[in-house]
Structure formats: C-alpha cells, structure tokens
C-alpha cells in the first residue's frame, strides 16, 4: 500500500534515467528520481519534510487528501504560443 497524504505526478524525461515528480496539492514541491519506485519513496518522504517545513515557517498546509492520485506520464510538452498577425494598413 502506498502512503502518499497528497497526489503525485510523476513524469519521463527525455532522458530515460530520470524522473521528475511533483505534487499539483502541495506548492513548490518537486524532485527526481532514477526509477518510478524510487519517485513514489522519494515523495512519501518528501511532502513529510515539506509540510513539516512549511508548518516550521508558519505557512498554510494543505489539508491531506483523502483520495490521493498517482498519476505516471510523459514528460509535459511546452505549448507553443501562437503568435498573433498584425497587419499594418
């Protein structure tokens, strides 16, 4: 069973020995880590230390989630912004 008080992304990157992880519940959290399974480790332990860190510096703590999500993806695309056409007349 899985731990986890919030949810986590875990996203591929390009290169195959990393992953990078964050938390959409938890601001400012985030991590890498060298296999999905070392992600999921990483990250339990880790929003422990960043809760704790932001109760330290007297910050709002997001209630836990009671139905945290794992969600595993490729890495996210940038969006290209589409640049507008300005005709001069």
Not at 22 to 27: D, H, I
Not at 31 to 50: D, F, P, R, T
Request: glycine share 4%; net charge positive.
């Amino acid at each position: 069973m899985l731990d986890l008080k919030y949810s986590l992304v875990i996203e591929a990157t390009k290169d195959p020995t990393f992953f990078g992880f964050y938390s959409p519940e938890l601001e400012g959290f985030t991590g890498i880590g060298h296999s999905i399974e070392n992600c999921l480790y990483q990250a339990k332990w880790a929003m422990a230390e960043h809760v704790a860190l932001l109760k330290e510096k007297r910050l709002p703590v997001p209630k836990p989630n009671p139905r945290p999500i794992i969600l595993v993806q490729n890495e996210a695309r940038k969006r290209r912004r589409r640049k507008a056409r300005v005709e001069l007349v």
